[in-house]
């Protein structure tokens, strides 16, 4: 037993060490949070944890901080719109060099009625976002259109608008469209609604399940990224983290002049921290330029990410 915990605490070890923030774009740190789905306790314990927010809800972070929040916001809870009031609140108390933003999720994509405030913390990049070498989006980047921005920023100020019925779910799939290489994909609901990372550690062998996790892996390369950020797939026992297996061939049109890392990290930050979800665990992930990604509860300590891989492999051998 003593050998096998050694191995296990080697493996945490190598997974979580072999990861390096190279580059956070224009920011000194990065804070990542997982759905919400209308729980503000949750929302401010995750953001009080970071160093963000204050007990009095004012700014606190130092300067060139980013918060992004990686979508569903709303659903499930009873108090999304207070969630949202408070990130839009905590954007317009950020200083010059600072910002709060948020991402699409698939509920923010079926909401019925949506919030303008949905689409001003979306800005510009509402389904997927890159920083430096990271990049964020709410379920799965299988593919790294920019013409899903587009599409979900002009539906998003739509909503806003009060043009469309959210809960018409005839529209799932509207945006279909011709990729590059000829193949469809849905622009915006194959990045905010796919479960392909949800089984990414354990259902690697599954053919259709590798196949999409390596199309996801040259759409991070192409972008030239080491990792990328999701909620979306809960995990219960808190943050983790997996790697992609290699894509079948270099990724097409790749937009990042540099060489593409070796491997691809998934961090997968939805905890069900919501009361209407799980009440998990108050955390978020902090990415900091040198440093690798780490874990912050909901008092400021700090940890690294456990391995997915390293949680399944204990789970097994413990039954």
């Not at 009873?78 to 408070?86: A, G, K, Q, T």
Request: proline share 4%; aromatic share 6%.
């Amino acid at each position: 037993m003593g050998l096998f915990f050694g191995a296990f605490c080697l493996l945490v070890w190598r997974c979580a060490s072999l990861d390096v923030v190279r580059s956070t774009g224009r920011w000194s740190r990065i804070v990542a949070i997982g759905d919400v789905h209308g729980d503000p306790e949750a929302l401010r314990a995750c953001l009080g944890g970071a160093g963000v927010l204050t007990v009095d809800d004012e700014w606190c972070a130092e300067d060139g901080t980013l918060v992004l929040q990686c979508g569903d916001v709303v659903g499930r809870g009873s108090r999304e719109v207070e969630c949202l009031e408070l990130l839009a609140h905590l954007k317009e108390l950020a200083p010059e060099g600072s910002d709060v933003a948020m991402l699409m999720g698939n509920h923010e994509f079926f909401a019925d009625g949506l919030s303008p405030l949905v689409a001003d913390l979306c800005g510009e990049t509402p389904v997927f976002r890159q920083e430096g070498d990271s990049v964020f989006v709410h379920a799965a980047l299988l593919h790294a259109d920019d013409r899903a921005n587009v599409a979900a920023r002009d539906r998003l100020r739509n909503a806003a608008a009060g043009f469309e019925n959210r809960r018409d779910r005839d529209g799932f799939g509207q945006n279909r469209q011709e990729s590059m290489d000829g193949t469809t994909f849905d622009l915006i609901t194959d990045l905010v609604h796919d479960r392909a990372y949800a089984w990414g550690e354990r259902r690697r062998c599954d053919p259709r399940v590798r196949g999409k996790l390596q199309q996801s892996a040259a759409a991070v390369a192409a972008l030239g990224c080491a990792r990328v950020v999701v909620g979306h797939n809960v995990v219960a026992d808190g943050i983790d983290s997996f790697t992609l297996p290699s894509p079948l061939s270099p990724p097409q049109n790749p937009r990042h002049d540099s060489k593409a890392p070796a491997t691809t990290v998934v961090y997968r930050i939805d905890t069900g921290m919501s009361r209407a979800v799980l009440d998990g665990r108050k955390e978020c992930l902090e990415l900091t330029t040198g440093t690798q990604p780490r874990v912050v509860s909901h008092d400021g300590k700090r940890h690294p990410v456990t391995s997915a891989e390293a949680r399944a492999l204990l789970r097994d051998v413990m039954m």
